[in-house]
Nanobody, 124 residues
């Protein structure tokens, strides 16, 4: 079992930065690939970024490449999403999630554990 708790969301202006954090419970955190998803009002929850268990591999959806960076600290059981140059279209609830498979990281159904989400609002 893994419990995930996100933090770091808020209201910012376009061009600002935010760093989301996700704290995980459990002694096997490093065995899980971790992902960040987001869900805008009235839309589906979609993939944003993922990182492999050891942290060597990362992946991003095209719309955030070059602006967002995912990282993890397995000693602290934490994963982070650094978001720079934020745009109004980044407004969403952001969720972190844990998966046994990095290979299918883009698919929501591959993630076994989810946090409760943190709201990010970017004003223009």
């Amino acid at each position: 079992q893994v419990q995930l708790v996100e933090s770091g969301g808020g209201l910012v202006q376009a061009g600002d930065s935010l760093r989301l954090s996700c704290a995980a419970s459990g002694r096997t955190f490093s065995t899980y690939a971790m992902g960040w998803f987001r869900q805008a009002p009235g839309k589906e929850r979609v993939f944003v970024a993922a990182i492999s268990g050891g942290g060597a591999r990362t992946d991003y959806t095209d719309s955030v490449k070059g602006r967002f960076a995912i990282s993890r600290d397995n000693a602290k059981n934490a994963v982070y999403l650094q978001m720079n140059s934020l745009k109004p279209e980044d407004t969403a609830v952001y969720y972190c999630a844990a998966s046994n498979s990095y290979g299918r990281r883009w698919f929501r159904d591959e993630y076994d554990y989810w946090g409760q989400g943190t709201q990010v609002t970017v004003s223009s």
